[in-house]
């Protein structure tokens, strides 16, 4: 099945650092969404991006679809921003199972 | 507002007392699935349901069961639990699956602690 990989696994930034996770996936894609994890344990919806470039506030996504990896960009962090970062997709050729990463969790330190 | 709702969001309970895990969306969703989630491990996805009376196993459907009568509610049901079944579960719920414009809603999540 289709594989996917995060990083980097941890990272902690000071806040007002800008950073980039990365999603590696080793298939094509129908659907791939980026969700943060925050400390309560609520899975909140980032980004739906399946290809190109989209922005909300810091935040901003790319998937390069044909080259199999997607970025999340968070600008000027904050410690709310704190958590862990998972990348979830459905591959073209598995419809029925969505794969999660393995996820980046990000300390943002005032 | 478009939501997915799980309860209890809470719950300790003990070896072998049957509990089940209410999901409920009101998006008029075709897929629907539970994940629980473990230290190390993930996110790892228990049953899943492609529509209704349509269900199917996970990676981890071992110790669960699932049922999908109506459209909205897929609730998530331990017969008989064991202290390995302590996690924190998920209930998620998207249009349809395998096609573009997908995008997953999930619950709150549910902490179940089996002493």
């Known amino acids: 099945g289709i594989q996917v990989e995060q990083s980097p696994p941890d990272l902690i930034l000071q806040e007002g650092a800008n950073s980039t996770l990365r999603c590696n996936f080793s298939d094509s894609v129908n659907n791939l969404q980026w969700f943060h994890q925050n400390p309560w344990g609520q899975l909140i919806n980032l980004f739906y991006?399946?290809?190109g470039t989209k922005q909300n506030g810091r935040l901003s996504a790319t998937t390069v679809a044909t080259e199999r990896y997607s970025l999340l960009y968070i600008s000027s962090s904050q410690t709310t921003d704190s958590g862990v970062y998972f990348c979830?997709?459905?591959?073209?050729?598995?419809?029925?199972?969505?794969?999660f990463g393995p996820g980046t969790s990000l300390s943002v330190i005032p | 507002e478009a939501q997915v709702t799980q309860n209890p969001r809470y719950l300790i309970t003990v070896t072998g007392k049957k509990l089940t895990v209410t999901c409920s969306q009101n998006?008029?969703?075709?897929?629907m699935s539970w994940y629980r989630q473990d230290p190390g491990l993930g996110l790892r996805q228990i049953y899943y349901s492609m529509n209704v009376e349509v269900t199917d196993k996970g990676d981890v459907p071992e110790g669960y069961k699932v049922s999908r009568k109506e459209k909205r509610n897929f609730p998530l049901i331990l017969e008989s639990p064991s202290p390995n079944q302590t996690s924190l579960y998920f209930c998620?719920?998207?249009?349809?699956?395998?096609?573009?414009?997908?995008?997953?809603?999930f619950g709150e999540g549910s902490w179940l602690t089996v002493v």
């Open positions: 998006m008029n969703h075709e897929y």
């Open positions: 979830a997709l459905e591959g073209k050729t598995s419809y029925d199972k969505v794969i």
């Open positions: 991006i399946p290809s």
């Open positions: 998620a719920s998207s249009p349809y699956a395998g096609s573009s414009g997908n995008t997953i809603y």
